[in-house]
């Protein structure tokens, strides 16, 4: 918007020749704008620059669209007066915007991908600059127009040619990102999955961030749910809120008395990824074609808000709450709703990030979850090697005896001798004084990224 500002002010400056410099303007938004995902994608991977880069690029859309708007109200004058013209112009452009921000999410990234939507919009917006000059050329000098001629034909093969090859463009470029050999990527409604693989390391990144190696999920996964599953006596019926990989499910089905698990994931494409994928599905040996597991696409909070069921367990593996939509589910009002939903002596779990790398955000879930109404927390953590040192919040209304806890399932790393350790907490990542998240004020999103800010 201050880049708009800044392109709205300089507007001023064009006294002559409107048309071509509007046309001009189009031009160049078409070309910064329709390869600025491909440019951000090599400076990413090249670890060039990726922050300066990005907001110059923000800065030059935002001053050429800045500049659209007056060059266009100025133009048109000599067809309308004052009112008629300001109401067409902003009118247009406000359609415009609402017509855009529905497309984006609904159409344009689920269907083509950020890539192609870039190069896209780059190419609707050349063809703004065609049609003007169509209509206008009887307006144009001979030079101005062969100059527009040649500039709108090299930024069409350019922007054409990036789209025909976007997909092995794209596949080179996110190898660049990646250590390891990128062996699926797609782009769904929701986020960006990509599956690289390195030998025996499989690992699976949403949006860029890694959601587990095959090397080391089991230190992840087996503390989040053979903890909570041995510390109540009734396990049947037990909830999932995320864990859309099937590896939360593969540890629950160790245990024999469990009739029902409900797996809650929004992305269709993520537990549809987790049954036919050959590697994944054989990582979580093939626990969401289990007769006792049912998939649900739904969102968590949502879901909850309407379910009218009771678990024994809730299991908690969402993604960190690194954006406000994320936040949400790490809310005083969402674990309130969680809380309203266990049964009774039943018992609630949820993974906190990381109690070293974000401690605020750590202990901010552990305050929220007491917020909304858990009489009992217990926060825990272990080490994993691909994330470092992860912790988890426990929640419910009984006192929380982790010195009973006996692993009996078949286990790669726990035992009843390595769990009481996971629930001693150092001095280093101890924290007072935090604040609990709402809707209203997510608390947790600021400290999330002030914390990992440090460490990025």
């Keep these: 918007m201050t880049a708009m500002g800044i392109g709205t002010l300089i507007s001023r ?122 209509w206008f050329k009887n307006r144009l000098t001979l030079k101005r ?138 990582l979580n040996e093939n626990s969401f074609k289990n007769p006792k597991v049912e998939i649900l696409n739904q969102d968590a909070f949502k879901y909850l808000e309407n379910v009218k069921e009771y678990y024994d367990v809730i299991i908690i593996d969402l993604p960190d709450p690194n954006n406000s939509s994320l936040a949400r589910l790490y809310s005083k009002e969402f674990y309130k709703i969680v809380h309203q939903k266990l049964a009774k002596n039943g018992i609630t779990v949820t993974q906190a990030t990381s109690p070293f790398f974000s401690p605020e955000a750590y202990w901010c879930i552990n305050e929220s979850m007491k917020a909304a109404g858990f009489k009992y927390t217990k926060p825990y953590h272990t080490y994993v090697p691909s994330f470092g040192d992860w912790g988890f919040i426990l929640g419910s209304n009984t006192p929380i005896d982790n010195t009973k806890i006996d692993i009996s399932v078949p286990t790669k790393y726990l035992t009843k001798e390595t769990v009481s350790a996971l629930f001693t907490i150092p001095k280093d990542i101890e924290r007072k004084n935090i604040k609990v998240s709402t809707l209203d004020r997510p608390e947790i999103l600021n400290y999330y990224l002030s914390g990992w800010k440090y460490w990025d």
């Design 145 to 282: 127009t062969k100059m527009i001629k040649t500039q709108t034909l090299l930024i069409l093969i350019l922007l054409v040619g990036c789209l025909l090859f976007s997909k092995e463009i794209s596949f080179y470029l996110e190898n660049s990102m990646y250590d390891d050999r990128v062996v699926f990527s797609k782009q769904t409604k929701y986020q960006k999955l990509v599956i690289t693989k390195n030998k025996a390391d499989v690992r699976l990144f949403i949006d860029g961030n890694v959601q587990f190696s095959s090397i080391d999920e089991y230190r992840y996964h087996e503390p989040l749910i053979h903890i909570p599953m041995n510390l109540v006596n009734k396990k049947e019926n037990i909830l999932i809120l995320g864990g859309g990989d099937g590896l939360a499910a593969r540890e629950i089905l160790k245990y024999d008395d469990v009739k029902r698990i409900t797996v809650v994931d929004l992305d269709e494409e993520m537990t549809e990824l987790a049954i036919s994928n050959r590697v994944i599905s054989e």
């Design 13 to 134: 400056f064009f006294n002559k020749n409107l048309i071509y410099w509007f046309i001009f303007v189009e031009l160049l938004i078409a070309i910064i704008g329709g390869l600025s995902v491909p440019i951000l994608y090599w400076v990413y991977a090249a670890q060039f620059f990726y922050y300066p880069i990005m907001c110059i690029l923000i800065v030059a859309i935002g001053t050429l669209i800045g500049l659209e708007i007056p060059l266009l109200t100025r133009i048109m004058e000599e067809y309308f007066q004052l009112r008629e013209n300001i109401s067409n112009v902003l009118s247009l452009d406000y359609l415009g915007a609402f017509l855009a921000s529905l497309a984006f999410p609904f159409i344009l990234l689920p269907f083509l991908g950020i890539f192609n939507t870039s190069l896209s919009t780059g190419l609707l917006n050349l063809l703004v600059g065609i049609l003007t000059f169509i």
